[in-house]
T-cell receptor
Framework: GIQVEQSPPDLILQEGANSTLRCNFS?????LQWFHQNPWGQLINLFY???GTKQNGRLSATTVATERYSLLYISSSQTTDSGVYFC??????????FGSGTKLNVKP | NAGVTQTPKFQVLKTGQSMTLQCAQD?????MYWYRQDPGMGLRLIYY???????DKGEVPNGYNVSRLNKREFSLRLESAAPSQTSVYFC???????????FGQGTRLTVV
């Protein structure tokens, strides 16, 4: 299957700081999504972004499919941004593969 | 619009007991999935159904069976629960196999 690697595994920020999360994948993909898993365990869709750049408020994402990576940018972080951020890709065999996540802790 | 609904939210089973996790979506999606998430890890695919009437194994299918009852519903059955199946189970759906997927709120299962 496709290997999905996320970095960094852990990130601690002071409120107001900016950050960049990275997702590398090992093969061509047809779909890429970013999710936020909040402290209650709920998975929230952030971006559906097979290629290109999208923005939603303080969050934006860029996927360069030809170079097999995606970036999630968080600007002016808030404590409510804390949780785990997952990258997931659709690949060969109609399967959706998840990375192991970046755990973000935003301190007040 | 409820999206993807899973029942139950929490369950405790004894080793060897059986149970079925239910999942229903109201978005008229063709594809549905079951994942498990173990502590500190990402989600791993158990089974998926690309369309009504079809099911296929994912990465970790052993110990599970599934049924795509109709277009809306996709159930996951544990025939003889084992402590190794203690996990949080997520159901998801998407319009087709490579479009945006949406997840349910999860079922936290403990096998003692």
């Amino acid at each position: 299957g496709i290997q999905v690697e996320q970095s960094p595994p852990d990130l601690i920020l002071q409120e107001g700081a900016n950050s960049t999360l990275r997702c590398n994948f090992s093969d061509s993909v047809n779909n890429l999504q970013w999710f936020h898993q909040n402290p209650w365990g709920q998975l929230i869709n952030l971006f559906y972004i097979p290629s290109g750049t999208k923005q939603n408020g303080r969050l934006s994402a860029t996927t360069v499919a030809t170079e097999r990576y995606s970036l999630l940018y968080i600007s002016s972080s808030q404590t409510t941004d804390s949780g785990v951020y997952f990258c997931a890709v659709f690949g060969v065999g109609n399967k959706f593969y998840f990375g192991s996540g970046t755990k973000l802790n935003v301190k007040p | 619009n409820a999206g993807v609904t899973q029942t139950p939210k929490f369950q405790v089973l004894k080793t060897g007991q059986s149970m079925t996790l239910q999942c229903a979506q109201d978005m008229n999606h063709n594809s549905m999935y079951w994942y498990r998430q173990d502590p500190g890890m990402g989600l791993r695919l158990i089974y998926y159904s690309a369309s009504e009437g079809t099911t296929d194994k994912g990465e970790v299918p052993n110990g599970y069976n599934v049924s795509r009852l109709n277009k809306r519903e996709f159930s996951l059955r544990l025939e003889s629960a084992a402590p190794s199946q203690t996990s949080v189970y997520f159901c998801a759906s998407s319009e087709t196999w490579n479009t945006e997927a949406f997840f349910g709120q999860g079922t936290r299962l403990t096998v003692v």
